[in-house]
C-alpha cells in the first residue's frame, strides 16, 4: 500500500511555507507603508474618485493635519513589515 511519510521530511516544507508567508507579509507592509508616506503628498490625493464624487470632501482632504495623519499610518505600517522582518531574521537557526 501506500508509505507514509515520516515527520521529518515534512518539517522542512512547513518551515520554508512559514518563512514564504511572512516575508509576504513584511513586502505587504512595506508596499503599503510606503504608499500611505508618500500617495497623500502627492497631487494625486485630490484629484481622487470621492473628491469627484462628493466634493463636500475636498476640504478635508486637503487638510494637512488629515495628510499627516495618513503618514503616520505609513509609519506604522513600516514599522510592523520592519519588525516582522527582524522577526524572521531572528527566529532562523
Do not use: C, H
Request: positive net charge; charged residues 20%.
Amino acid at each position: 500500500m501506500w508509505k507514509r511519510e515520516s515527520n521529518g521530511s515534512r518539517r522542512p516544507r512547513r518551515e520554508g511555507s512559514l518563512l514564504l508567508r511572512r516575508l509576504l507579509f513584511v513586502a505587504f507592509f512595506v508596499e503599503v507603508g510606503l504608499l500611505l508616506i508618500v500617495l497623500p503628498w502627492s497631487s494625486f490625493w485630490e484629484r481622487n474618485y470621492f473628491a469627484l464624487v462628493w466634493p463636500t470632501l475636498l476640504p478635508l482632504i486637503k487638510n494637512n493635519f488629515v495628510r499627516g495623519a495618513i503618514s503616520g499610518l505609513g509609519v506604522l505600517n513600516l514599522l510592523a513589515g520592519f519588525s516582522e522582518l527582524a522577526f524572521v531574521f531572528t527566529a532562523r537557526e
